[in-house]
């Protein structure tokens, strides 16, 4: 079983659509989550941090459940320029631990 | 303030070769992190360096190796080349004060043929 689980999609959808994201973490003694960006054939990027509070970066919202070992994203209103893939990152020290990652194609 | 630069982009080897990639490390930033990323799957620890010191390994072969230099740049060496090395290696640097700060380099590309 892979540490850090993502369904690879595609997710293909309309601009403007709301699209969820969602990836579960075996290691209980995770302590940093986060989202990642990769654009094809490009470096990954951070897109932002995960808390248990739950957080808000304008259109894309981040939550983490510790105790069912899950992490969420959703993007609202997609835009076209969200087509990426979305990589699901966790820690325990500070070593990152990579998802496969979950593509989304926005259209127009 | 400059970023992670990484070097070659792209290189071709043949299988059994020894191969250096190299990395400079975002001004600031004492530890560089290298990671593996084969086509279609999210990036695999390698090792990370921190002051010139190996601080973490993942699941690789001896024959992937590593160095950091005083001014924090850094290489990956991989020897005894094998066709499954095809992959992005790319190298990550960070301040050191927890997992938050990576730096991403754009990558090297390697193809083993």
């Known amino acids: 079983r892979k540490e850090v689980e993502q369904d690879p999609g595609p997710f293909n959808v309309p601009e403007g659509a709301t699209v969820a994201f969602n990836c579960t973490y075996s290691?209980?003694?995770?302590?940093?989550f986060f989202w990642y960006r990769q654009d094809c054939r490009k470096e990954p990027k951070l897109l932002m941090s995960?808390?248990?509070s739950g957080n808000e970066d304008g259109r894309f919202t981040a939550q983490l459940n510790r105790a069912s070992q899950y992490i969420s994203l959703l993007i609202r209103d997609s835009k076209l320029s969200d087509s990426a893939t979305y990589l699901c990152?966790?820690?325990?020290?500070?070593?990152?631990?990579f998802g496969g990652g979950t593509r989304l194609m926005v259209k127009p | 303030e400059t970023g992670v630069t990484q070097s070659p982009t792209h290189l071709i080897k043949t299988r059994g070769q020894q191969v250096t990639l190299r990395c400079s490390s975002q001004?600031?930033?004492?530890?560089v992190s290298w990671y593996q990323q084969a086509l279609g799957q999210g990036p695999q620890f390698i090792f990370q360096?921190?002051?010139?010191?190996?601080?973490g390994r993942g699941n690789f072969p001896p024959r992937f190796s590593g160095l950091q230099f005083p001014n924090y740049s850094s290489e990956l060496n991989v020897n005894a080349l094998e066709l499954d090395d095809s992959a992005l290696y790319l190298c990550?640097?960070?301040?050191?004060?927890?997992?938050?700060?990576?730096?991403f380099g754009s990558g090297t590309r390697l193809t083993v043929v």
């Open positions: 990550a640097s960070s301040s050191g004060q927890g997992p938050g700060g990576y730096t």
């Open positions: 290691n209980s003694a995770s302590q940093s």
């Open positions: 995960v808390y248990s």
């Open positions: 990152v966790v820690s325990a020290g500070n070593m990152l631990t």
């Open positions: 001004s600031g930033h004492n530890t």
């Open positions: 360096y921190y002051r010139e010191e190996e601080n």
